[in-house]
């Protein structure tokens, strides 16, 4: 099955700051990529995904890249927020369409 | 994206009981799944639940322990049987629908605490 794993698993920045969190992952068969965010109590959401015939995908402050060649895809959060405080999950599919989700990574924005 | 509601929001229970957990969606669904996250940890998945068939358990997770049903495309339940403590635990039901089907749009959660 797939394997996941996600970096760093805590990022501490401050407040306007960009913050990175990588994933890497095992299964070639893997063409789906989402994202998901955790506010404390609340469930994971999705807030940006990417498939595997494009490189890159912004919306606003965030955005997903992807080296297919690689295996890993990379979340990118410019100008940070206290409120993008949360914890992101990174997953991938593998040879079916059910996410394999990684460890997650606890984002900390300090005002 | 899918409108979902879980029964109960959180419970406390005595080790040795059962507790069985709701999910309704507000619109039919194919897929429905149940995942389990422990404290500050990730999302694991129990099982898929397909209407009219028996559900598919992942490695770790066994239908006498997990008991789920689902009786139709906007429902499912998920029974937590013979409860101990390690079973303290967030659990969530997530569905896939047709607009994506890699996307999982999830339930608000139940969160049990078993003494």
């Known amino acids: 099955g797939e394997n996941v794993e996600q970096h760093p698993s805590t990022l501490s920045v401050q407040e306007g700051d960009s913050a990175v969190i990588k994933c890497t992952y095992s299964d070639s068969a893997s063409n789906y990529f989402p994202w998901y965010k955790q506010e404390l109590g609340k469930r994971p959401q999705l807030i940006i995904d990417?498939?595997?015939?494009?490189g890159e995908k912004k919306d606003q402050r965030i955005a997903v890249t992807l080296n297919k060649t690689a295996k890993h895809f990379s979340l990118h959060i410019t100008e940070t927020q206290p409120e993008d405080s949360a914890v992101y999950f990174c997953a991938a599919p593998g040879g079916s369409y059910i996410p394999t989700f990684g460890r997650g990574t606890s984002l900390i924005v300090h005002p | 994206s899918a409108v979902i509601s879980q029964k109960p929001s959180r419970d406390i229970c005595q080790r040795g009981t059962s507790l069985t957990i709701q999910c309704q969606v507000d619109s039919q669904v194919t897929m429905m799944f149940w995942y389990r996250q422990q404290p500050g940890q990730s999302l694991t998945l129990i099982a898929t639940a397909n209407q009219g068939s028996e559900a598919t358990y992942e490695s770790g997770f066994v239908i006498d322990k997990f008991p789920i049903s689902r009786p139709n495309l906007t429902f499912s339940t998920l029974t937590v049987s013979n409860m101990s403590p390690e079973d303290s635990s967030i659990y969530l039901c997530?569905?896939?629908?047709?607009?994506?089907?890699?996307?999982?749009?999830f339930g608000p959660g139940t969160r049990l605490l078993v003494l």
């Open positions: 997530s569905v896939e629908t047709s607009g994506s089907r890699e996307t999982q749009y």
């Open positions: 990417i498939r595997s015939n494009v």
